[in-house]
């Protein structure tokens, strides 16, 4: 290629300089062009210089030895204004105005069929370094459209270490270098000849290096962690980011000064290598407004926000899976690299002294589903909440003496939650909505208060199996075996002290629970609603109780309601319960499976004022009344009466369980019904009723414990009895002339 090369008025004289232009044309395309001016006394030159069209394999047949870098891909294009002088043995460079650009970049390692870095353009502008003022400015930098590949093996190292080989330490010859010969002292020094002399050290080159905005637009990135079982694979479809950093160093220690932080990742996703089904996945991952400075040894965001996405956890028989066996497993014991020198332990020690202060001011989750599976009992369970949003305020302190970590404004919003049971189509538990308003989490003083929290919508089922199994208790129930021998766990207790709650206000609206004992057959099923529950001064600091309020619903009539105080450590609690025709009916297969009768009808209602304890002696104590009414109990199989009332109530009613002990000031029967009939064979109907015990309940129940003489039994008193508008049919079939009233 030729090489155009123009030298005027080139001197040696002081102070007298020429102009000269220089073109060169290589190769590959590319061409140099430098237009300046030269002084050789003294050396000084200033002047343009710019590289256009270079392929960057060029530059890498210079490549130093050791590199394994393959050949590269894309052009590269650089002008730039110089400014060079060398006088008195010290030289000055003032490098401005530096533009570059390098399309359809491509780095790769021989051995890898994936690039490191692909990058459609890397451009830079209004760059400039002052020497030997240690100034290196860069006005802008942005990377665009490609995609970044990084990829740690089972070893630990990464595939971006291994551009460069180091020599074998056998192989590279030892470099010796031969000392200086000794000038004679001048006459009438004091330091005699031969004798070393020793400079004194010189200081620190100061250096500032300034990047005023910095870009990355649209570049995929692709990380994969190897060293992890099974191992975890992240990736993007496009990162955007923006940055500007000030970075100064000299004598002491280096600052670095990061700041107008922002980025946005698209489609990210959580998973393992080659699977297509990924553990968690995000729509976008936003940070805005961040800034790292680490003389002040703080970082700082205005927003962090995670948006539309899915996580899934999962447990299996051995343990977990997925992304939290991958997250858990401890890394690799890898060797440790020779090359770095340990830092001194004076420094190590005062940076650990400082800590770190980390404040966002809104941490934020947008519609984000949550699933949880559990294989490691039997059977398993699954819980999934459609859409998880949480705002907060984020403040924490790593290092030091005092870590510390507090979320204040924290607002919380869950809904669609669903509790389901391995191989059972129908929920076990669903919960509409979950709602906490003005949290606040402290976990250097261990405590987490709410103003309110609310739950509404959504129902239980608690059924008990014809095995006696209930499903929603064996959901969370463990069923691991206790520590052999009856051991004790754990030696050493903690000695941290245990965490405090704190709420305002505590309410829950619209909650079905349906009741199901399936040993019976048919079973026996209660359907309830609760309208409403709310709790108030829930602290576990307070001494005050919390004050609750409860109402339900029972099938189609009957209610339920009460109110009362409970202590905080829930040792206590006293309430007025008030119910109103709660249905009797649903217990019918209990009555029949021990007689032969049909409970047609009935209904309860009481009005009491309970009390309980399970401080010293656990105690519970009811006083107050009650009633069971519109009472028609059939005979199997048949539509005829054979017993009802219309009412029975107990009035200045007292019940005890400590002791046990039942007081009633009077019962009354209010228009009672009965039949009594006496067959031909002289046996009563009464005898008739009683089922035949076929011997499993025998089998069954449990041996009870023979009663102490020293343990009083059950005592009750009845002070009145009365009885209003009783009937009676009676009939004698035994008599020679039958009769029947």
Sequence with gaps: APINLELLNLSTLPDSEGRHTLQATGTDGGTLTWKGVVSLQPIASAGEISIQGMKLETLWRFRRRGSNLARPGGDLSIAAHYEFDYAAGHGTLLL???????????????????????????????????????????????????????????????????????????????????????????AGSAEPAGASRQSAPSAVQPWRIQLREVGVENIAV????????????????????????????????????????????????????????????????????????????????????????????????????????????????????????????????????????MQVDKVGIEKIALQFDDQSRKPGFGVR??????????????????????????????DRVRLGSQGVDAPLATLDSFRLTSGHIDAAERTVAAKTIALSGGGVRVVRGSDGAMGLMQAFASDKPDTPGGAVRSAHPAASAGWHYRAEAIDRKRFTVALAANTYQPAIAYDAEITSVTANNVDAASKKPIAFTAALRVGKEGAANGRGTLRQDFSGATAQLDLARVPLEPLRPLLAKFVKLDLMSGQLSAKTRVAYRSAGKPGLALRGQLSVDDVLVNEEGTNERFISWKTISADGMQLSMSPEKLVIKELRVNEPGAKLVIAADRTANLGKIVRKDDGSTAKSAPQAKPSSSDEPGFSYDIETIRVDNGKLDFADLSLVLPFAT
């Design 96 to 186: 401005n105005r530096v533009q570059a650009e390098a399309s359809n970049l491509l780095l790769a390692l021989p051995e890898d069929t994936e690039p490191l870095l692909s990058l459609r353009s890397v451009k830079m502008s209004d760059a400039g370094l002052a020497f030997p003022k240690g100034e290196i400015t860069l006005g802008k930098l942005v990377l665009a459209d490609g995609v970044l590949n990084a990829i740690v093996a089972e070893t630990g190292v990464m595939n971006w270490q291994r551009i460069h080989t180091p020599e074998s330490a056998q192989s590279a010859d030892p470099v010796v270098i031969a000392p200086a010969p000794q000038e004679p002292a001048p």
């Design 222 to 357: 692709n990380y994969v962690d190897q060293t992890r079982k099974p191992a975890l694979a992240v990736r993007t479809a496009a990162l955007n980011a923006g940055l500007n950093a000030d970075i100064a160093s000299g004598e002491g220690p280096a600052r670095i000064l990061i700041d107008g932080i922002n980025l946005a990742l698209k489609a990210l996703e959580v998973t393992t290598p080659g699977s297509s089904a990924p553990f968690a996945s995000l729509d976008s991952l936003e940070l805005a407004g961040g800034r790292v400075d680490s003389r002040e040894r703080s970082m700082q965001a205005k927003l962090i926000q995670l948006a539309r996405g899915d996580v899934k956890l999962a447990v299996g028989p051995t343990g977990a899976q997925g992304l939290l066996q991958s997250l858990a497993a401890p890394a690799p014991n890898l060797p440790s690299s020779t090359d770095a020198s340990p830092a001194p332990a004076q420094t190590a020690q005062s940076d650990s002294a400082v800590p770190w202060r």
């Design 385 to 414: 909440a459609e859409e998880l949003n949480v705002d907060f305020t984020f403040d924490a302190t790593a290092g030091g003496t005092e870590p510390r970590i507090v979320a204040k404004d924290l607002q919380i919003a869950i």
